[in-house]
């Protein structure tokens, strides 16, 4: 079983950056990919970002290529968003979440174990 606790969100201006966190309480997770994930009121749930924990391979939706960031730390089994640029269409819920390492980074079914979520708030 893994327990994910996100913390990071807030309300910011149009342009400003926020970091969020995601702690993974797991032996190990190198069997896991960890992704991203948002949902806007009336939104659909979306994959933001996703990392392959063994490798540090990463992937990232169109809308934050260059500039989300999504890293690892495995001495604090944690999980990195780095999100720089924002805008009020980032506006959302953000969840993390952990899946199994063998699918694809872009596949957004099979993931596990999920956070309870953290809100990001942008202002125009």
């Known amino acids: 079983q893994v327990q994910l606790v996100e913390s990071g969100g807030g309300l910011v201006q149009a342009g400003d950056s926020l970091r969020l966190s995601c702690a993974a309480s797991?032996?190990?997770?190198?069997?896991?990919?960890m992704g991203w994930f948002r949902q806007a009121p009336g939104k659909e749930r979306q994959i933001v970002a996703a990392?392959?924990?063994?490798?540090?391979?990463?992937y990232y939706t169109d809308s934050v290529k260059g500039r989300f960031t999504i890293s690892k730390d495995n001495a604090k089994n944690t999980i990195i968003l780095q999100m720089n640029s924002l805008n009020p269409e980032d506006t959302a819920v953000y969840y993390c979440?952990?899946?199994?390492?063998?699918?694809?980074?872009?596949?957004?079914?099979?993931?596990?174990?999920w956070g309870q979520g953290t809100q990001v708030t942008v202002s125009s």
């Open positions: 979440a952990a899946g199994g390492a063998q699918y694809p980074l872009w596949r957004t079914t099979d993931y596990d174990h």
């Open positions: 797991a032996r190990t997770l190198s069997t896991y990919r």
């Open positions: 990392i392959r924990w063994n490798t540090g391979t990463t």
